[in-house]
């Protein structure tokens, strides 16, 4: 009995020693006595958990015990200025990192060996990108042309980019077996290739299992998304619908076809949306013989959607879209406002996304 017993705590003794995740800073430019810590939620859905860590001279410790890797944000006052850094926690790994907030390397275990050696890899290009936008936004307040300047400095930056995507696909492919290489899944271009690449490291139990299971949802959502667009392309029948209108009554899409319409998704909420409502009046006005609006409310509530379009007195059709309906994933609608032109058959002419004064020229040459 007494040997089962030893067993049994040797065994959880593992498991603890096993989840047990340790980073250790020390940080030459951080002169607050306290650090402030984000934990992000598992699946990545936002902040589960806000702490605060003593720190004294530029050292402190931040420790959990988790069976799965978690992301962690860390905000600390420094001689120039709060800084922020992310972190990351993995399952039965120690890290300790040394420098100041902005130029520091990483040693421990072997997660954080990898992480360095990636870091060496990208830094040197995030910094040639960080002098790019700088360069951008210095001669702006010098009073260049922004427009004019990003034709020069967009290609530059988009070369970067490519850049940066092909150092950490190399690195990816040059440490397959590397839990470090999943912190640069997130956002990267070739996501699904890094992790056919990755298959030893990405299986359901895998203790990354958060990162991967975001980048897997990110994948599939792009790929509805890039489907749902090829549908509605320009020429394309628009999908029908129906929803309630201001009145209460149900309002389908087909219903309004004999004129132009614009099919304009916004929301209260939307900063832009509401900025452009003058000139959408205005054109609203000036074609309403043979244009009509409809306005679309997204990812509100009915009592604010219906104060709003009080306030600005918007004269056109409105719909509710309710939080549980489908209707923006079916239009791949990726931002607010967008405005679809569909023809008086029900075909779509152009989509435009965000207040572009374009788009009133086009209304003026459609119209001609």
């Known amino acids: 009995m007494k040997k089962i017993l030893i067993m049994l705590l040797t065994i959880l003794m593992g498991e603890s020693a096993f989840s047990q995740c340790v980073i250790k ?67 039965g790994e120690k890290g300790i990192v040394k420098g100041t907030t902005e130029q520091n390397i990483w040693d421990g275990t072997q997660f954080y060996k990898d992480y360095q050696d990636l870091e060496n890899v990208t830094n040197p290009i995030h910094e040639k ?16 042309n922004a427009d004019s300047l990003k034709k020069i400095i967009d290609p530059i930056y988009n070369g970067l ?5 092909k150092a950490k696909m190399n690195f990816i492919t040059s440490h397959p077996n590397s839990g470090a290489g999943v912190t640069l899944l ?16 990405v299986t359901s139990d895998s203790k990354y299992a958060p990162v991967i299971n975001y980048v897997k949802m990110q994948i599939e959502r792009k790929k509805k998304h890039e489907a749902a667009l090829k549908k509605v392309a320009e020429g394309k029948l628009a999908p029908d619908f129906t929803l309630k209108s201001i009145d209460g ?8 076809r004999g004129k132009y319409l ?34 679309v409310d ?6 604010k959607w219906k104060a709003a379009v009080e306030k600005h007195e918007l004269k056109w059709k409105h719909v509710f879209n309710p939080k549980d309906s489908d209707l923006t994933e ?8 967008t405005k679809i032109v569909i023809d008086p058959e029900g075909k779509i002419v152009k989509t435009v996304v965000g207040e572009d004064p374009d788009f009133y020229k086009f209304l003026d040459e459609l119209f001609k």
């Not at 009554?249 to 309004?256: A, I, K, N, V």
Request: hydrophobic letters at 35%.
């Open 25 to 91: 800073a020390e940080l030459k430019d951080v002169v607050g006595d306290t650090a402030y810590v984000q934990i992000a939620k598992p699946d990545l859905s936002g902040i589960e958990k806000t702490d605060t860590i003593k720190v004294q001279k530029g050292k402190f410790t931040i420790q959990n015990t988790d069976s799965k890797m978690r992301i962690v944000t860390c905000n600390v006052k420094t001689s120039d200025g709060n800084k922020r850094m992310t972190m990351y926690l993995v399952p």
């Open 330 to 337: 079916k239009y791949a609608i990726s931002g607010f406002p």
């Open 161 to 165: 980019r490519e850049e940066l995507n």
């Open 298 to 303: 997204c990812s509100d509530t009915e009592e």
């Open 129 to 144: 990108m960080n002098e790019v936008g700088k360069s951008f936004h210095s001669q702006v307040e010098k009073g260049a």
């Open 249 to 256: 009554s149900d309002l389908s899409l087909s219903s309004l």
């Open 262 to 295: 614009i099919l304009d998704f916004w929301g209260s909420w939307c900063i832009w949306c509401i900025k452009g409502f003058p000139e959408l009046k205005k054109y609203y006005e000036k074609y309403s013989d043979r244009l009509e609006i409809l306005g």
């Open 186 to 201: 997130l956002g990267l271009k070739d996501a699904e290739k890094a992790l056919d690449i990755m298959s030893s490291i």
